[in-house]
């Protein structure tokens, strides 16, 4: 089922609200459980008009959105570095090109005419998108999929997965740059293995079991607490997310007597609505 343009615009009002699953700043950023809480309300909004709405419908489409913008952007970024005159500055075809600004503070996007290969954010994608860092430092932002199948930034460097470098260096190289030689490889290993083995007091059988009983006791109630601040977080609901939706919009109106013309219009429509609902008590 494809996007209509209103089911589009609706999408990237509600992502824009949700400002921890695009800025690498946001202190919920790397927080799984809310990032899958704003999808999911995301989501519920959607239904209204997109019934098969799904998570990953929800994020494969954002993603592919990102993307283009991206692409449109670092033509119009291109063109003004070319020295070009205003009348042939390039212009942006994308109709969806200004709502999407809002990622402009947290995307770095790369010249065309740049020497350096440029990490692709998607794989059905062309176009690159480099999760913005201080130039002064060394980030690699690393990503995995879930059991859903949906791609969301790790909390800690997996052993395996996607990643994204702020440069070319590797954060593993040496400081020297050089990598050890074969030979001097083989001495150490000669060295170590010719080593005396240090030896070590053997503990009591009955000293061994307390200590893993210890452990299995803290591990228990490390996970019992766990558990139960999971069960305490308050997911979002669909009239959450649409209330969030409306107080943003309001915010965007700059005269205070549409202003207060809109805010009248939205508390009478809840107010017959009320009123006509006979499930209300």
Known sequence: MSWSNEQTSLLIELYETYKCLYAIKHPDY????????AIKAIVEALKVGRPTATEQDVQKKFLGLRTTY????????????????EDEVYR???WYY????????????????????ITEFAVTEEEALVVQAPPSEETTMYYEIGEDGVLSPASERPESGLSVHSNLTHPES????????????KKRQASDSNATPKRFKKKSDTSEIEALQKVS???????????SSSKNVEQPT???IMGQFVASQFKKIKNEDIKQ?????IHKLLRDAIKKDTTYI
């Open 92 to 94: 942006p075809t994308l």
């Open 70 to 85: 991206a692409h449109e952007r670092r033509k119009v970024l291109d063109s003004l570095r070319s020295g070009m005159g």
């Open 217 to 227: 006791d803290n591990l228990s109630n490390l996970s019992a607490a766990l558990q």
């Open 98 to 117: 200004d709502k999407m600004s809002f990622l402009n503070d947290h995307l770095q996007i790369r010249s065309s005419r740049s020497s350096h290969p």
């Open 174 to 185: 040496t400081h020297s740059g050089e990598i050890p030689s074969t030979s001097a490889a």
């Open 30 to 37: 790397h927080n799984k459980h809310k990032r899958s809480a």
């Open 238 to 240: 669909a009239d959450d």
């Open 261 to 265: 013309d809109v805010y009248f219009e």
